[in-house]
Every structure is written in structure tokens, then in C-alpha cells.
């Protein structure tokens, strides 16, 4: 499995973007995908996660704002970021749970201004 992740940016606070994961390879039967961010100095934490029963898990610093959503047809995983505040600034990374294997996208930048 192979992602590819695009979509970030320079935005002002309050501010929206929305990011994209494409998945190519042998993408059957993924069970979960996620959308994670890592700021600088901190670990790497889960912001959204939505299963293939469409079960959905938000990070509470994004719960209202923040929106995962995953279009089958085109392989993609898309989070809506909405209301962005400086403190959401990171390098999002996509992920995709096969079995017992995790399959990481490259990072993109978001970064939000005051």
C-alpha cells in the first residue's frame, strides 16, 4: 500500500483547508484509515480516524471543526479542516491499518497563522 498525501498550506487562523491520501497497491481490505499530526517538539498524535464500517474517531482539539471522510471509489481519504488555529500547525501524516500491518503516507505542512 502505498500514500500519498497532499493538501497543506500557509492559512490564517480561521482558516480552512482540506487535506487528501490517496491509496495505490493492493488496497483491499484496509480496515482503518487515519489522518495524524506532528508538531515540533511533540510526539506524533492521532487527529481522525475512520474505519471501513465508517466509524469515526476525532482528537478532541478537532472535535466540531475537523471532518474525515473516505471516498472508496477514488482510494481517498479526505480531512476538512475548519476553524484552524495556530496551535494546529504540524506535519499531518495519513495512515492506513491492513492486518497487522501500518502503511504511512509522506508528511505535508500545515501551518496556521495568528
Known amino acids: 500500500v502505498q500514500l500519498q498525501a497532499s493538501g497543506g498550506g500557509l492559512v490564517q487562523a480561521g482558516g480552512s483547508l482540506r487535506l487528501s491520501c490517496v491509496a495505490s497497491?493492493?488496497?483491499?481490505?484496509?480496515?482503518?484509515n487515519g489522518w495524524y499530526r506532528q508538531a515540533p517538539g511533540k510526539l506524533r498524535e492521532l487527529v481522525a480516524s475512520?474505519?471501513?464500517?465508517?466509524?469515526?474517531t476525532y482528537a478532541g482539539s478537532v472535535k466540531g471543526r475537523f471532518a474525515i471522510a473516505r471516498d472508496n471509489a477514488k482510494n481517498t481519504v479526505y480531512l476538512q479542516m475548519n476553524s484552524l488555529k495556530p496551535e494546529d500547525t504540524a506535519v499531518y501524516y495519513c495512515?492506513?491499518?491492513?492486518?497487522?500491518?501500518?502503511?504511512w503516507g509522506q508528511g505535508t505542512q500545515v501551518t496556521v497563522s495568528s
Open positions: 475512520i474505519s471501513s464500517g465508517r466509524s469515526i
Open positions: 497497491g493492493t488496497i483491499f481490505s484496509i480496515q482503518t
Open positions: 495512515r492506513a491499518q491492513k492486518g497487522n500491518s501500518a502503511y
